[in-house]
């Protein structure tokens, strides 16, 4: 949606020049589609298909029905803007064993995607959080949580990642994905959440 939202507002500036305004929903990178609606005190146009587009004349002329604008097009007319369009965050969420820093072999797997997809940004930074579940002190649980922030820090950072990239803090057994009493073992709450923008 903010793709398309972004797209929309770059066809707009670049359209209003010539006195047409014209919207382009396009897919977001995971290649899913949302929706966008254009309207004006004429009328309103919804577009919920990736590549459709409408139109619009001027502030008293409705959005026009929607039609289709070929992949071809897009690219020559606007992919330099798009090009230069931020890529949207990803976070990545390893798990790890009970009272440990060692991961899950289910998260293991994960390390090369986090590779590249940190390559895959020109200037990227990344957050590394965290986590765990409330079992024991509050204050031995911090400390975990950053031990398990650093041991991704150091996979990472053995892998060819800059140092100066990550940026790794602790919020203990404060934000639980699966909310639960004191002294409660929930493994999806003890986990490392990467985030790469």
Same mark, same amino acid.
């Given at each position: ?9 770059? /066809? ?51 959005? #026009? ?19 230069? #369009? ?6 990545? $969420? ?9 991961? %899950? ?9 986090? /590779? ?15 986590? %765990?579940?409330? $079992? ?32 790794? #803090?602790?919020?203990?057994e404060a934000n639980p994905v699966v909310p639960t009493a004191d002294e409660v073992a929930e493994p999806r709450n003890r986990r490392v959440? $990467?985030?790469?923008?």
């Open positions: 949606m903010l793709r398309a939202l972004i797209a929309g507002t770059l /066809l707009l500036a670049l359209a209003a020049c010539a006195g047409n305004n014209r919207f382009v929903l396009l897919e977001e990178e995971d290649g899913s589609v949302g929706a966008i609606t254009v309207a004006n005190a004429a009328g309103s146009q919804t577009i919920d298909e990736a590549g459709a587009a409408t139109r619009v004349g001027g502030a008293r002329a409705a959005p #026009s029905a929607p039609e289709a604008v070929e992949r071809d097009e897009i690219e020559a007319t606007w992919g330099e803007a798009l090009a230069a #369009s931020p890529r949207q965050p990803r976070t990545f $969420v390893f798990h790890f064993l009970f009272d440990s820093d060692e991961l %899950t072999q289910l998260s293991r797997a994960q390390l090369p995607a986090i /590779l590249d997809s940190i390559r895959e940004f020109p200037a990227p930074e990344v957050a590394v959080v965290g986590h %765990t579940d409330r $079992v024991g002190p509050e204050q031995v649980n911090a400390r975990l949580a950053l031990e398990r922030a650093e041991a991704i820090r150091g996979v990472l950072v053995d892998a060819g990642i800059e140092p100066a990239l990550l940026e790794v #803090s602790s919020h203990g959440e $990467v985030t790469v923008r």
